[in-house]
């Protein structure tokens, strides 16, 4: 596709189960980035990869977030033992090499809610 | 460390009223700028950056905005705003990191709301 996706567009579940995110990045791009937008909050980095490597994962609020790449394509963002407060837009963008002005282009996002 | 600020989390404006949206950084270096816009039920688009040259820079949608490298603000405006324009505005810093990529740091946002 011309852009990133992402899937699903929105998850409600319950507390406590386990969620997988999934983004597609645009094709060709190596970096992708995962963010968290809770309400009335600005965009919260979570982690990024350099290919299928996380050179970054300081963004991750706790163990029961992980995230993986394989490929150098897809990734999954998996939530485990959701909580009420990981309620919020899951965002994805990903960017190619080659310019020195890395250039981020985002998916939709994917709303979770967690009741 | 490294943020961002959007000092102004609403803003009201007429339409066809000038508009500036204010954002500060704090980073040792001159970071590369952004600033996106993202419109209800949309993901976030770029409206423009600043990497070097010219402080002034021209973007999407008639908007502009400044860098001023003594006020560590980079502060988006534009002369005659459209309802169209009624968004949330998003200012974010990229700081290089290794293997070439970049990590973003993002304010917490402004909304923008435009009335008749």
């Known amino acids: 596709g011309a852009g990133v996706s992402q899937s699903p567009s929105n998850k409600v579940t319950e507390k406590g189960k386990d969620v997988e995110l999934r983004c597609d990045p645009i094709s060709g791009h190596t970096a992708l980035y995962w963010y968290r937008q809770s309400l009335g909050q600005g965009l919260e980095f979570l982690i990024y990869?350099?290919?299928?490597?996380?050179?970054?994962k300081s963004g991750l609020p706790s163990d029961r977030f992980s995230a993986e790449r394989t490929g150098g394509s897809v990734s999954t963002l998996t939530i485990q033992r959701t909580q009420q407060e990981d309620s919020a837009v899951y965002l994805c963008?990903?960017?190619?090499?080659?310019?020195?002005?890395?250039?981020?282009?985002f998916g939709p996002g994917t709303r979770l809610t967690v009741l | 460390a490294q943020s961002v600020t959007q000092p102004d989390i609403h803003i009201t404006v007429s339409e066809g009223a000038s508009l500036e949206l204010r954002c500060n950084y704090s980073y040792g270096a001159t970071p590369y700028l952004f600033w996106y816009v993202q419109s209800p039920g949309q993901g976030l688009q770029l409206l423009l950056k600043?990497?070097?040259?010219?402080?002034l820079v021209q973007g999407i949608k008639g908007f502009e905005a400044e860098f001023k490298r003594s006020q560590s603000s980079f502060n988006l405006r534009k002369p005659s705003v459209h309802w169209s324009d009624a968004a949330e505005y998003f200012c974010?810093?990229?700081?290089?990191?290794?293997?070439?990529?970049?990590?973003?740091?993002f304010g917490t946002g402004t909304r923008l709301k435009v009335l008749a």
């Open positions: 600043y990497f070097s040259g010219d402080t």
């Open positions: 990869f350099q290919g299928n490597s996380a050179p970054d």
């Open positions: 963008a990903s960017s190619g090499r080659g310019s020195s002005y890395n250039e981020q282009f």
């Open positions: 974010a810093v990229g700081l290089r990191g290794t293997s070439g990529t970049y990590k973003y740091i």
